[in-house]
């Protein structure tokens, strides 16, 4: 698997909707590639921030404080 087909296979593979076998595909080339590894935790992270917060069009004012806070560790 490419860098640009794991980045393509992120959000799927994020909302669960990546078949095992990719998954697994995706997963072996997290381990390899550092970059796309630190990619999809940044990702993970902004979801489960989303997740934890109920987010909705008009996110509060403590998440979009806490999203800022994750951004400033780039
Ligand atoms: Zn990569």
């Known amino acids: 698997m490419t860098c640009e087909e794991a980045v393509r296979k992120l959000y799927e593979y994020l909302d669960h909707e990546l078949d095992t076998t990719t998954a697994q595909q995706l997963d072996k080339h997290l381990e390899i590639c550092k970059s796309c590894c630190d990619h999809f935790e940044f990702e993970r992270k902004v979801k489960t921030l989303i997740k934890d917060s109920c987010f909705d069009e008009k996110a ?10 994750t951004l400033g560790f780039i």
Do not use: A, N
């Open 60 to 69: 509060p004012q403590l998440l979009k404080d806490k999203i800022r806070d």
